[in-house]
């Protein structure tokens, strides 16, 4: 959706174009993009002429003569063409106004969202749309908004995407100004300080005014007209770059919803206060993964490891029966984990089959303890977090890394006769590829006191991130 630098563009070339030209005549082609009747519309404007274009938020404002107003707004897809009067109408053209030089203007809109209204001087502020919306920016009150927000729950996110507290940031602009901030989107309105909220009026207003100089963003299908390109968005620092390093601290990015809006934020620079945290620990086989959680465990935090939960499920008799007879195993009262393991690492590609049995019983286990333990830390070991497609489950990911040398070596000492056979079904894990995903790195290449030392320097920055 165009936002406010987008809007501002479009402002600035159709003043080029309509000050000084007389409406001829108007064609109304979707009835839908007139608000109001469209014949009072049609009469209320034929003759009269263009004096001037402002802008109110992402609205566009037409003033005419005899004090009468055109409110514009573009919504998704809407744009505007000058073309000929000889030239045919753009391929969606929904509003055709005709123009006393020759040429037309046709509002251009796939979607049919956007829409134009016939007011006044007198009465355009006032429209229900318009009067709701906060001041810009660069215009707002931080102290104001902290009264405004005084009760609001609201996500930051969602509070600065309402327009009501400021106007004229939409998505890409909000993920801006969060990341510049350093505020992470889901943090409650009212959890916002003075000082972020001066941050915020700040960086809003640096971010908007760049991109009102570079032309505005062309996103996607987004273009603001004809021969009207803007390049902000090859300095967008936050917006749409999920799952690539963030520029400040290394990170990978993340994606998310708020409130249904695509949100992408960076989980180091953008922390979020909570009364929970959730915590999940994966990595490869042998790694020391117990030897963390048991770390957890011993500060007194809540945990679980998955390979536990799974082992009590490998006792229920509808869990062996389904097992042994996917994969031919012996018609038994228990589950052969040697033969099962032994038939997993020949035939790599059944680790789908058993994934898809064991993953949603192990995720419902791991919901249920969450639910249980409502505030503070909890830790949770899951091995397969991303192959279980669980990472979403939680606030941190912790990644154990080790060398292959070691690894090795504490598989021997694990189980000696399955060395061969843990190997390959490690080599289809994909740690190293999700490691970059993780909140933090623990490498054991040590001894159990480094490895624990570690942990405990985790735990202490996460406790003061519990609210």
């Known amino acids: 959706?165009?936002?406010?630098?987008?809007?501002?563009?479009?402002?600035?070339?159709?003043?080029?174009?309509?000050?000084?030209?007389?409406?001829?005549?108007?064609?109304?082609?979707?009835?839908?993009?007139?608000?109001?009747?469209?014949?009072?519309?049609?009469?209320?404007?034929?003759?009269?002429?263009?004096?001037?274009?402002?802008?109110?938020?992402?609205?566009?404002?037409?003033?005419?003569?005899?004090?009468?107003?055109?409110?514009?707004?573009?919504?998704?897809?809407?744009?505007?063409?000058?073309?000929?009067?000889?030239?045919?109408?753009?391929?969606?053209?929904?509003?055709?106004?005709?123009?006393?030089?020759?040429?037309?203007?046709c509002y251009d809109d796939s979607r049919s969202f956007g829409y134009l209204k016939l007011s006044s001087e007198e009465e355009y502020l006032k429209d229900k749309e318009i009067a709701k919306l906060g001041p810009e920016p660069w215009d707002s009150d931080p102290k104001t908004i902290i009264k405004q927000v005084k009760r609001s729950s609201l996500p930051i996110k969602s509070a600065l995407l309402s327009q009501e507290l400021m106007t004229g940031l939409g998505n890409i602009y909000v993920d801006e100004t969060l990341f510049a901030t350093n505020i992470h989107p889901l943090t409650p309105a009212n959890k916002i300080t003075l000082n972020q909220w001066e941050d915020i009026k700040r960086e809003a207003?640096?971010?908007?005014?760049?991109?009102?100089?570079?032309?505005?963003?062309?996103?996607?299908?987004?273009?603001?007209?004809?021969?009207?390109?803007?390049?902000f968005q090859t300095?967008?620092?936050?917006?749409?770059?999920?799952?690539?390093?963030?520029?400040?601290?290394?990170?990978?990015?993340?994606?998310?919803?708020?409130?249904?809006?695509?949100?992408?934020?960076?989980?180091?620079?953008?922390?979020?206060?909570?009364?929970?945290?959730?915590?999940?620990?994966?990595?490869?086989?042998?790694?020391?993964?117990?030897?963390?959680?048991?770390?957890?465990?011993?500060?007194?935090?809540p945990t679980i490891s998955s390979d536990d939960v799974v082992t009590d499920l490998y006792q229920k008799k509808e869990v062996i029966d389904l097992i042994n007879k996917t994969f031919n195993l012996p018609n038994e009262e228990h589950i052969n984990r040697d033969l099962l393991r032994e038939h997993l690492a020949n035939h790599p590609k059944d680790i789908k089959k058993i994934n898809n049995i064991v993953h949603p019983l192990v995720k419902k286990e791991v919901e249920l303890f969450i639910k249980n333990n409502p505030t503070g830390l909890v830790a949770v070991e899951v091995p397969l977090l991303f192959e279980s497609k669980m990472n979403?489950?939680?606030?941190?990911?912790?990644?154990?890394?080790?060398?292959?040398?070691?690894?090795?070596?504490?598989?021997?000492?694990?189980?000696?006769?399955?060395?061969?056979?843990?190997?390959?079904?490690?080599?289809?894990?994909?740690?190293?590829?999700?490691?970059?995903?993780?909140?933090?790195?623990?490498?054991?290449?040590?001894?159990?006191k480094s490895l624990k030392l570690q942990v405990n320097k985790i735990i202490n920055k996460l406790k003061s991130r519990l609210d």
């Open 1 to 105: 959706m165009p936002e406010l630098p987008e809007v501002e563009t479009v402002k600035r070339v159709l003043e080029k174009i309509v000050i000084d030209r007389t409406i001829t005549g108007i064609d109304v082609l979707r009835v839908t993009c007139i608000h109001g009747d469209p014949n009072t519309f049609k009469q209320g404007v034929i003759g009269e002429k263009f004096i001037s274009l402002s802008r109110v938020g992402k609205f566009l404002i037409f003033h005419l003569t005899n004090s009468k107003v055109i409110i514009s707004h573009l919504r998704m897809e809407g744009k505007y063409y000058e073309i000929l009067e000889s030239d045919a109408n753009t391929k969606y053209a929904r509003v055709v106004i005709h123009l006393d030089n020759n040429h037309k203007l």
């Open 392 to 448: 979403k489950m939680f606030d941190v990911i912790i990644a154990v890394d080790i060398s292959k040398d070691k690894q090795m070596k504490l598989l021997k000492q694990r189980n000696k006769d399955s060395e061969k056979e843990l190997k390959k079904i490690n080599e289809y894990t994909s740690f190293e590829e999700n490691k970059k995903k993780a909140d933090f790195i623990i490498f054991n290449d040590s001894d159990l």
């Open 205 to 231: 207003s640096r971010i908007l005014k760049e991109a009102i100089i570079s032309g505005g963003s062309t996103i996607k299908s987004y273009h603001p007209g004809k021969d009207i390109d803007g390049n």
């Open 235 to 301: 300095r967008l620092l936050a917006y749409g770059k999920a799952d690539t390093d963030c520029p400040k601290c290394g990170a990978i990015f993340r994606f998310m919803k708020v409130g249904g809006r695509g949100t992408t934020y960076c989980p180091h620079c953008q922390v979020l206060k909570s009364k929970q945290i959730k915590v999940a620990i994966f990595g490869k086989i042998s790694s020391g993964k117990s030897e963390v959680l048991k770390t957890f465990k011993e500060a007194s935090i």
